[in-house]
């Protein structure tokens, strides 16, 4: 049947314009959802950037000081003079002591303390120069002591938290290791953003101050309570945020969310990125934080008879001296693990203060009798011997042994510690009574074997030492931490009493913060010790190094002057104070405060340290966030971080 011209050209019309309606709705449907995707890309890339921004404000810090320590460790290691040894020795009980130790370039060093009494150790406590270790919640309470009110509580301990951390992949996200208020700032001194906010979300808490958590899409910012509402203290970019619209009040995150360029006017002094924080700070919504775990396992030294514990520290500058005597490129390498489950960067380098730490516990179980109640003997005894000597002392010790009428034994030695184990190792000697006697020591941990050394006694019978490297097995960038560690001998003999095993000991080393304040400075140093335990006694050993010829910063800075500076900053300006050795200091530390005992900054990154490039610093807010008094000081350090006198304070008045 034939259609009429009209009637198809009608409906190839409708046809066409049917088709062209739905390609349409295709196109603009694949328009929206290419900019929904484009949408999550920019979020994701503004996250992304974010987060790099967090992790590398830790290593611009740490660079500008590393670059500056290197200069201390110029030419070939072998130049490098041996710097003179000194030391000191004191006698410590449950009764605190004090004493006074002098030096003049202390380069690094050890601590010590062994346990010489026939009790046990509860914890060993110490000040130098009035800064302690943090080691429980209730060091919170220290911090704040005599302060009044609580906008002062917080201040105290954004400012606490700031000084003693610094940015990087905790050990492990969102678990007890990472949101651990104690060890993060005294194991680690290092975390994210959740374990930072953390640890001064307890602390406030702790010291009476309410606070909580808050989510912006991944960075986690504290919130505590404070002049009568919600203000955001953040310790991860060391940033806060004055209103001046209303009174300079600091701002909360509901603050930010409504006006972002709160956010955006101030310059994290760590280098993060003003606009992106902004941009975080906007997108809402910014729920708190249901990952929040307020964990506070304290950290206590405990040590047995004859137990020792060694807390070394050193220049930073030190390390490219070891790489160069070791042939390895002394190039600048920050952090060279990749991001794992625990950088142990912790223990090599930091921004703040120009030293690295480490601890190391020996454990002497055979030294006394007292001392095997340490020990799991299980089917062994411990009793004197006398080992063959070539030389023919004739020294008694005490040994392991299997028990009477028994030919097989076993004992164990726990080894448990309030720091993350990094490496350690198990050395003893094994004396056979006759041929074929067989001593196998073990290394466990959580049930599971880690090392075994299998000895057997010859036809020349003869002791034989053994020694067990377990330091990788137990902890590391790939393995979860470990506090402890069990060492297991079983001996077949077959004459017990006339052989086992003697001079058993553990030496195990510990992670520590960079921020840990036990160490010497220059000038007097006001030491305050104290071994807690019934009839404890305690012997402390100072050992360090004196550099040959250290610059010492001898003046104060002259003459601290303002001026206007750039985009409504403030500059302030100094004449750079004299060395020993007639040059400028290698860094300076400056003030800006509201107070004129300074016990906070006046705007984000109003306490900074900073090479001294040359006498001058611009405050990163614009100032002033209210009309007031402000105060204003400076002093200069050397490259070890030995300060030398404050200027005179510049106090002046803002409209």
């Not at 063959?388 to 510690?417: C, D, I, N, Q």
Request: aromatic letters at 10%.
């Amino acid at each position: 049947m034939a259609f009429p011209p009209v009637l198809i050209s009608r409906r190839l019309a409708i046809f066409t314009v049917s088709a062209l309606v739905v390609l349409t709705a295709l196109m603009a449907g694949l328009f929206v959802e290419m900019r929904r995707m484009a949408s999550r890309m920019s979020r994701s890339e503004e996250e992304s950037r974010a987060r790099d921004a967090e992790l590398q404000r830790g290593l611009k810090r740490a660079e500008a000081h590393i670059l500056n320590l290197y200069k201390a460790s110029d030419g070939p290691a072998s130049a490098t003079p041996e710097a003179p040894q000194r030391w000191r020795h004191a006698a410590i009980s449950n009764v605190p002591q004090e004493f006074v130790i002098h030096t003049d370039a202390p380069t690094g060093g050890v601590i010590s303390f062994r346990n010489t009494g026939e009790t046990r150790i509860q914890d060993v406590q110490m000040s130098v120069n009035d800064r302690r270790w943090f080691r429980s919640m209730e060091d919170a309470k220290r911090i704040v002591a005599g302060a009044e009110g609580d906008r002062e509580k917080a201040m105290r301990l954004w400012q606490y938290v700031c000084e003693h951390s610094y940015p990087w992949l905790p050990p492990d996200v969102n678990g007890p290791e990472s949101r651990s208020a104690v060890k993060c700032l005294s194991v680690y001194g290092y975390g994210d953003s959740g374990a930072l906010g953390n640890a001064l979300a307890a602390l406030a808490r702790t010291a009476g101050i309410r606070s909580r958590l808050r989510d912006l899409r991944g960075h986690i910012v504290p919130e505590l309570f404070f002049d009568g509402g919600w203000r955001v203290l953040d310790p991860t970019y060391e940033v806060f945020y004055p209103d001046p619209d209303n009174g300079g009040q600091l701002a909360g995150v509901d603050d930010l969310a409504a006006d972002a360029e709160l956010a955006r006017r101030v310059v994290p002094p760590s280098g993060g990125d003003a606009s992106a924080l902004a941009e975080l700070y906007r997108s809402e919504p910014n729920p708190e934080d249901a990952s929040a775990i307020f964990t506070t396992t304290p950290v206590g030294f405990r040590l047995a008879p004859g137990d020792e514990i060694d807390f070394h520290w050193a220049p930073i500058h030190a390390l490219r001296v070891q790489r160069e005597q070791r042939g390895v490129d002394p190039s600048l390498r920050v952090w060279e693990e990749p991001p794992g489950t625990i950088p142990w960067h912790a223990t090599v380098y930091a921004a703040r203060p120009p030293y690295l730490n480490r601890a190391v516990f020996r454990n002497a179980p055979l030294s006394s009798r007292a001392a095997v109640k340490s020990l799991l003997l299980d089917t062994m005894r411990a009793e004197e011997f006398v080992p063959p000597s070539p030389r023919g002392k004739t020294a008694s010790r005490l040994m392991l042994t299997p028990g009477e009428a028994l030919k097989a034994g076993r004992a164990t030695l726990f080894v448990s510690l309030p720091l993350v184990i990094t490496e350690g190792r198990v050395t003893g000697t094994f004396a056979p009574s006759s041929a074929g006697d067989t001593c196998v020591v073990s290394v466990w941990s959580d049930d599971e074997e880690l090392r075994r050394v299998e000895l057997k006694a010859a036809e020349t019978v003869r002791p034989q030492s053994f020694a067990l490297a377990i330091g990788a097995l137990l902890s590391g960038p790939k393995r979860a931490a470990r506090y402890g560690y069990a060492a297991r001998i079983v001996l077949t003999m077959k004459e017990p009493g006339r052989g086992g095993v003697y001079d058993l000991r553990a030496e195990t080393h510990g992670q520590v913060t960079p921020f840990t304040p036990w160490r010497l400075n220059h000038g007097e140093n006001r030491i305050q010790a104290r071994a807690v335990g019934e009839h404890a006694r305690c012997e402390a050993h100072f050992v360090w190094r004196e550099a040959r010829a250290a610059p010492h910063v001898l003046e104060a800075p002259g003459r601290v002057r303002t001026e206007p500076g750039i985009e409504e900053r403030v500059a302030f300006h100094w004449d750079a104070p004299a060395t020993s050795e007639g040059r400028p200091p290698d860094f300076y530390e400056t003030q800006l405060s509201e107070r004129a005992d300074f016990a906070w900054p006046a705007v984000a990154g109003g306490f900074v340290e900073m090479p001294a490039d040359s006498p001058t610093w611009t405050a990163p807010f614009p100032f002033p966030p209210r009309p007031g008094t402000y105060y204003f000081r400076v002093r200069g350090k050397n490259l070890f971080g030995h300060p030398g006198p404050w200027s005179a304070v510049l106090s002046f008045e803002t409209p």
